[in-house]
């Protein structure tokens, strides 16, 4: 919440991992009036004592975290770039099962709300979870200055439960890219084959699927990630649009700016140009190609792509 008991707005990206969620993050976080820090689940920082926030410093010594680390420890909250604690998750087996499955059927997700709610430990811990996320969205808003927060943390079930919080004006993004491309960068970075590359992105598109049934209409947009490299700011005044504010320019110097914004390695990247990435048509085989078009081509229509 902010001043005055007003719902604060908040602006959750939703995707499969490499869909360009954190392109659109630097682009967004360029209006004065969107404050973020990127992923705020912060589950995929890995060894933290070697990693390095945007702005290129490392994480444990940038002043922006420090403050942020020193703010929520004077709140009473136990906080670390260790564990942010934002993330839906628990020591309670029962608890964690509830927190971590992916979003099911109506059915299912009636269950997993009575389930919550009824049992006190996990219920607890809900709260808490969501308390943790309120404060630290508002320390940062504080901090950056925008009002409207942005969380491109791509997790549907992490929408799912903000969602149920109600406490906070979500509209949602659902940034979409070619599934080839996809499927080719998660190949390149986990090193995997096709196959396993594939059945990722699957399982991701039907459960996106899903939370997307859930969502009002008025409170979500589509954008495809290879507009948003091609025609930016055309993109970007669609969004501001849905999103409620006034229009601005697209900053060309957006990875430039000093934000403090985690996620993928993409984040390190020092260039100004926004470049569309289509490696995948001359990095991947016909075998691929093939295999790619028969277990997975009638997802990639569904995203309109031929």
Not at 12 to 28: A, Q
Not at 29 to 42: N, V
Not at 129 to 137: D, G, P, V
Not at 178 to 206: C, F, L
């Amino acid at each position: 919440m902010i001043s005055g008991n007003k719902t604060r707005k908040m602006i959750f990206i939703i995707s499969s991992s490499y869909s360009g969620s954190t392109v659109l993050t630097f682009l967004l976080a360029t209006h004065p009036k969107i404050s973020t820090i990127g992923e705020l689940k912060a589950t995929a920082m890995g060894d933290i004592e070697n990693y390095k926030c945007s702005c290129g410093q490392l994480i444990q010594k940038c002043s922006f975290w420090n403050n942020v680390d020193a703010e929520m420890n004077s709140n009473g909250k136990n906080f670390s770039l260790h564990n942010f604690g934002t993330h839906f998750k628990s020591d309670s087996k029962i608890c964690n099962i509830l927190f971590r499955a992916g979003v099911k059927s109506y059915f299912f997700e009636t269950l997993r709300n009575i389930a919550i709610n009824v049992i006190p430990i996990c219920k607890n811990q809900f709260k808490a979870i969501l308390e943790q996320n309120r404060l630290i969205i508002d320390i940062i808003c504080s901090f950056q200055g925008g009002n409207i927060f942005l969380d491109s943390s791509k997790d549907p079930i992490r929408l799912k439960f903000l969602l149920s919080s109600n406490q906070w004006d979500i509209k949602v993004i659902n940034i979409i890219r070619d599934g080839r491309g996809v499927i080719n960068s998660y190949m390149r970075h986990y090193k995997v084959p096709i196959e396993a590359a594939t059945k990722e992105w699957i399982i991701s598109q039907k459960e996106i699927n899903r939370m997307i049934k859930y969502l009002r209409k008025d409170n979500y947009l589509k954008v495809h990630y290879e507009d948003l490299c091609t025609k930016p700011k055309e993109v970007l005044s669609g969004i501001y649009k849905f999103i409620g504010i006034e229009l601005d320019v697209v900053n060309p110097g957006y990875i430039s700016n000093q934000h403090h914004i985690l996620g993928n390695e993409m984040r390190l990247r020092t260039t100004n140009e926004i470049k569309l990435d289509e490696k995948w048509k001359n990095e991947m085989s016909k075998r691929d190609l093939e295999y790619i078009e028969s277990n997975a081509g009638r997802y990639n229509v569904l995203l309109g792509y031929k």
